[in-house]
């Protein structure tokens, strides 16, 4: 069965930095669209950073903008989610997913297929 799992998350203090991961487990990370998303305690669930699996595009909304660097390492079955200068306002639930082809509209980024079930990011000021 195809899983995808999160890890790095924690208690970070506000201005650290953290590297979340993503791993796919029973299949595999490489030739998909991958997305980083959050959810924020009351707030709804919004991207972070996506990939494109047909011309690897990379995509950063908005909130994410240079403080956010998508990687993934040579083999291509983990990708990461390197945070910098981290903000109370990053605190969140963060999910990784895989998908098929991204979607990319006004309203946000899609074609998701499995979803982790996420890694908690707590920003302590």
């Known amino acids: 069965e195809m899983q995808v799992v999160e890890s790095g998350g924690g208690l970070v203090q506000a201005g650290g930095s953290l590297r979340l991961s993503c791993a796919a487990s029973g299949g595999s990370l490489r030739d998909y669209s991958i997305g980083w998303f959050r959810q924020a305690p009351g707030k709804e669930h919004e991207a972070v950073s996506c990939?494109?699996?047909?011309?690897?595009?990379?995509y950063y909304a908005g909130p994410a903008e240079g403080r956010f660097t998508f990687s993934r390492d040579n083999a291509g079955n983990t990708v990461y989610l390197h945070i910098d200068s981290l903000k109370s306002e990053d605190t969140a639930v963060y999910y990784c997913a895989r998908g098929g082809p991204l979607v990319v509209t006004v309203r946000g980024y899609y074609g998701m297929d499995y979803w982790g079930k996420g890694t908690l990011v707590t920003v302590s000021s």
């Open positions: 990939v494109d699996r047909q011309d690897l595009s990379l």
